[in-house]
């Protein structure tokens, strides 16, 4: 298995861009997760999903940030407009949650907004 | 929702003697306590993890307690090298009830100086 899939990996773009972050997650995981971490605020969960259905948006952080799942093998994190505030990796990770919640993360996406 | 602290939040140690990495947990119901390692420019890698039903468990150079009563579980690494320096994560979950979501501590950041 290739494991966690993120695309990009490094995305550099301008304020006020839209931004969109890719994700596929292991055959057969049935929860994904997207984090985002900063040397300030360390790893935080923005949004997880269980059988593509969103269940814990609280951690996006406003309007401007938003994910899909449109079925079990893509995941979408979109950002519009971009900020520099938003710069950060932003990590996608997968579970079957029959299996102890073992998440498996993916190489993750530097995010860069000038 | 549950809380994990973390603690310290860096730690330097020579090549060849123990580290110590604690965390603390709020939600009496979690029983399930894994720890990552982040190696730089890599998503978090689950090292080693303990349910709830056992105390300790070792492997190799890594070991893990849990003390549900004190609500504390700890991440032992002895005769540390240079390639475990990294960032390590604990977390806590409670297996069905959150459908996969991992409560992560806010990281140690391990230095092993040769």
């Known amino acids: 298995d290739a494991g966690v899939i993120q695309s990009p990996r490094h995305e550099v773009t301008e304020m006020g861009q839209e931004v969109t972050l890719r994700c596929k997650p292991i055959?057969?995981?049935?929860?994904l997760f997207w984090y985002r971490q900063t040397m300030m605020r360390g790893l935080e969960l923005l949004i997880y999903f269980n059988n593509n259905v969103p269940i814990d948006d609280s951690g996006m952080p406003e309007d401007r940030f938003s994910a899909k799942m449109p079925n079990a093998s893509f995941s979408t994190l979109k950002i519009q407009p971009s900020e520099p505030r938003d710069s950060a990796v932003y990590f996608c990770?997968?579970?079957?949650?029959?299996?102890?919640?073992?998440?498996?993360f993916g190489p993750g996406t530097r995010l860069t907004v000038l | 929702g549950e809380n994990v602290e973390q603690h310290p939040s860096t730690l330097s140690v020579q090549e060849g003697d123990s580290a110590v990495i604690k965390c603390t947990y709020s939600?009496?119901?979690?029983?399930?306590f894994p720890w990552y390692k982040q190696e730089l420019g890599k998503g978090p890698q689950l090292i080693i993890d303990i349910r709830s039903n056992v105390g300790e468990k070792k492997d190799q150079r890594i070991a893990v307690t849990l003390n549900k009563t004190a609500k504390h579980f700890s991440l032992h690494i002895t005769e540390t090298q240079p390639e475990d320096s990294a960032v390590y994560f604990c977390?806590?979950?409670?297996?069905?009830?959150?459908?996969?979501?991992?409560?992560f501590g806010r990281g140690t950041q391990l230095t092993v100086w040769p």
């Open positions: 055959s057969g995981h049935n929860s």
């Open positions: 990770a997968s579970s079957l949650e029959e299996a102890y919640n073992e998440q498996f």
């Open positions: 977390a806590a979950s409670s297996r069905g009830s959150t459908l996969g979501r991992l409560y």
């Open positions: 939600d009496s119901a979690s029983n399930y």
